[in-house]
């Protein structure tokens, strides 16, 4: 067999659709770490080339709080796959607050919304808040994964950040540009979302009759009285933050299974309480798509938000251990499973409706 670079097309189609591999490659490349400089390196400028021509990343980033439920949707398409998009993305990151007893049945019906073309990089727990990191099968070897640990539920943003504690083995991907009080700074691009509690100053009625002018997606005669967006324009929170341009309802607080907002005796104004800011060392690394909220999910009292980003990648440093992620094969199988017990009861109601529509009597 020829291996020059000359019959690598014809390689490709007379064996498979994978890219050939050389003899001399497969002597010569290590795995274990990720290298900038060495030739051929799994998270070097060449492959990326090869990947990304673009080098950019579609990151899905989604918050909701669940308010403890039970009782999952029965459908979680319109919260990972809005059918107003044109592709799925590379990366699915999901947070709740709040989350399901069952965090187990949590992670498999995300993998049963999200197929077979994605697999469990990571998830964790602090309680009641669940992270859940999904990544497109085919870059689950581009991918380290690192624990990061809150030692206790802390609300305040600046307690947070000095709280926050990372691997001794994660590099800073620049030291000259961090700040030791803050380890988010160690990083090209951070996300933080969640349920905040973030509240709109102004009497509920007032926030009633902006909603009910039907000002569509201007929603800044609200945004105005935002405690969030306050603050941030202070300095006194998320300095070096950003927030895409809200152009949906306030979500939170609804009554359960409907578009009423809070009818209890309490009567909360309604609030943007739950968002998805970014940071980024380089302007435009962090490019945002879509910014909106899931009105179609109602078992909670708060609508999901989520976010579409299309993220800017960089090589990777020579000391990232590449961990692959947290591969489940179990859950994998168990999402798979269901989401074929789900299409075949598709198809036999379907069959079923079209006998029905085509009996016929004689007399």
Known sequence: MVSDSASVHSMKSTYSVLNPIRPRDVRNRSFLEGSVLGNGALLGAEELDRY??????????????????????????????PADTDFAQDVYVIGVQEGCPDRREWEIRLQETLGPYYVMLYAAAHGVLYLTIFV???????????DSKVYERILDYNKIIEALALPRNLPDTNPYRSTTSDVTT????VFWFGDFNFRLNKERGEVEAI????????????????????EMKEGSIFKGFQEAAIQFPPTYKFDIGCDVYDTTT????????????????QAD?????KYTSCSSIKTSDHRPVIGMFQVKLRPGRDNIPLGAGQFDRSL????????????????EAAMKNQNNSTVCTIS
Not at 186 to 189: A, C, I, K, L, S
Not at 219 to 230: A, I
Not at 285 to 289: E, H, Q
């Open 52 to 81: 990304f021509p673009e080098r950019r990343l579609g990151v899905y980033v989604a918050t909701w709080n669940m308010q403890g439920e039970k009782g999952l949707p029965y459908n979680l398409d319109d919260l990972l796959l």
């Open 136 to 146: 497109r099968r085919d870059l689950i070897w581009f991918c380290s994964a690192g």
């Open 186 to 189: 160690r990083f090209d691009e």
């Open 211 to 230: 909603l009910n002018q039907g000002v569509g997606a201007d929603m800044s005669p609200l945004l105005q009285h935002d405690q969030l967006l306050k």
């Open 266 to 281: 309490k009567q909360r104004t309604p609030s943007y309480t739950d968002r998805i800011l970014y940071r980024n060392r």
């Open 285 to 289: 690394d962090i490019k945002v798509v």
């Open 332 to 347: 994998y199988l168990e999402g798979i499973r269901r989401r074929i017990t789900r299409e075949l009861k598709k198809r």
